[in-house]
């Protein structure tokens, strides 16, 4: 369901916040869809607990998550709205800027590059 | 909740002419999974037995479970400890199962199913005399010898360091296990950063009988990145704050390396007019930074 890579620089927690944000965002996961339990996360990539129910704990602190007891954690009923598209374009924005920024270093203009992120688009859809 | 299962205070230890431990003060709260790295020769070792009360500090103290006395003298307190040392302790011209089974006695609480089964998943062949087993087995062994009786503080000098990628995964699975209790405590001492990264909680590096980074590995994560500005580009006043590192100069760009990036800090160039870019950085990385 996710993909957690420990040997990034960015910390797991926040590789795991990422995704869940963006699965939310996209609809993909729904408002009462289940989540891994953070055992189950833990063992599967075999990383430290706490990593996990601290990224848990930070997306039910936003309210995008809700905890009951006993239970698995699950998507929050107001998280169900999709964002709107220019909230969805806003999270790319980090990505832009760094894709700008090597395309200029590689002397590339805005048409090569949207090109090149058209096709990228099209071979994801597939 | 912040309990603390380990707590060692100015730390000195020298062998003849050499100071291996240089006043080193840390402490090990219960649920962590401490990582400890350092260059060979660093100190690891002698840091993990000075710890345990195995040698005796020239100067400093140490504090496990509260309690001040030297481990060698205090049963409660060996029960409650579980101990791989990085040269196994193992009876060659013993069994497996006959060595696990001599262990077994001295505690009451020994888990002969948590030992049964991890013996067959990690497939260590327990009726073969130990002095034929591999490097490997034998290392195996001697980490389950010492998670028989559950310790709650489990210490463990370079666990891994013959095992293969699968024995360590095995291995890295039943660390997982132990922190999701929380109430369960790990420090151990390996080179292998990459299964370090995955599993601990807290990062120990030694550098020259010092601790140099005690600190949570998001944290040190987080706080750690190589920048890249233009090289004519002059950074805002005070920027040294960021805890600079190296700072080189590559194809027409200053690469800089930091170890107390903050969002404040990101503004700040912002608002100097620099769009740097900012790369995170492997603990593998970051282990070389500190030693470059």
Not at chain 1, 92 to 102: G, I, K, N, S
Not at chain 2, 2 to 20: M, P, S, W
Request: glycine fraction near 8%.
């Amino acid at each position: 369901m996710f993909t957690l890579n420990p040997q990034s620089g960015i910390p797991i927690y926040k590789q795991l916040i990422d995704q869940v944000r963006l699965l939310v965002a996209g609809g993909q996961l729904k408002a009462g869809a289940e989540l891994p339990s953070v055992r189950e996360l833990a063992l599967t990539h075999a990383v430290n607990p706490m990593t996990i129910s601290k990224a848990y704990s930070l997306l039910e602190a936003e309210g995008l998550l809700e905890r009951q007891r006993g239970k698995p954690m699950t998507v929050a009923a107001q998280a169900h709205s999709k964002e709107s598209k220019t909230d969805r374009l806003h999270r790319l924005q980090p990505q832009a800027e760094q894709l700008a920024h090597a395309a200029k270093q590689l002397q590339l203009s805005t048409e090569d590059v949207l090109g090149l992120v058209r096709r990228a688009m099209e071979k994801d859809h597939d | 909740m912040t309990e603390d299962v380990l707590n060692i205070e100015g730390l000195h230890k020298r062998f003849a002419d050499k100071a291996v431990l240089k006043g080193i003060s840390a402490s090990v709260q219960r649920g962590d999974v401490v990582g400890l790295l350092g260059l060979n020769g660093a100190g690891k070792t002698t840091l993990l037995e000075t710890a345990l009360g195995f040698a005796l500090p020239d100067a400093g103290s140490v504090n496990l479970f509260g309690s001040d006395c030297a481990l060698l003298v205090d049963e409660k307190l060996k029960h409650k400890i579980g101990f791989v040392p990085q040269q196994d302790e193992l009876l060659p011209q013993m069994k497996g199962s006959e060595y696990l089974a001599l262990i077994a006695q001295f505690y009451p609480g020994w888990n002969h199913a948590l030992i049964g089964r991890l013996a067959d998943e990690w497939q260590i062949p327990l009726s073969t005399i130990i002095q034929k087993l591999s490097l490997g087995q034998r290392q195996k062994l001697s980490i389950l010898s010492a998670l028989g009786h559950e310790p709650e503080l489990l210490v463990l000098d370079e666990p891994v360091a013959s095992l293969d990628p699968v024995a360590r995964r095995q291995f890295l699975k039943e660390i997982v296990t132990l922190a999701s209790s929380g109430a369960r405590t790990v420090l151990f001492s390996t080179h292998i950063v990459s299964d370090l990264e995955r599993v601990a909680s807290r990062v120990w590096v030694m550098k020259d009988g010092g601790l140099l980074v005690d600190d949570a590995l998001d944290n040190l994560k987080e706080r750690t990145v190589r920048l890249r500005v233009p090289a004519d580009a002059r950074l805002p006043a005070g920027f040294q704050d960021a805890g600079i590192l190296h700072r080189r100069t590559e194809h027409g760009m200053q690469v800089l390396t930091l170890s107390q990036w903050s969002d404040d800090h990101h503004q700040r160039l912002h608002q100097a007019g620099l769009q740097p870019l900012v790369e995170p950085l492997s603990l593998e990385d970051i282990f070389l930074e500190l030693h470059a």
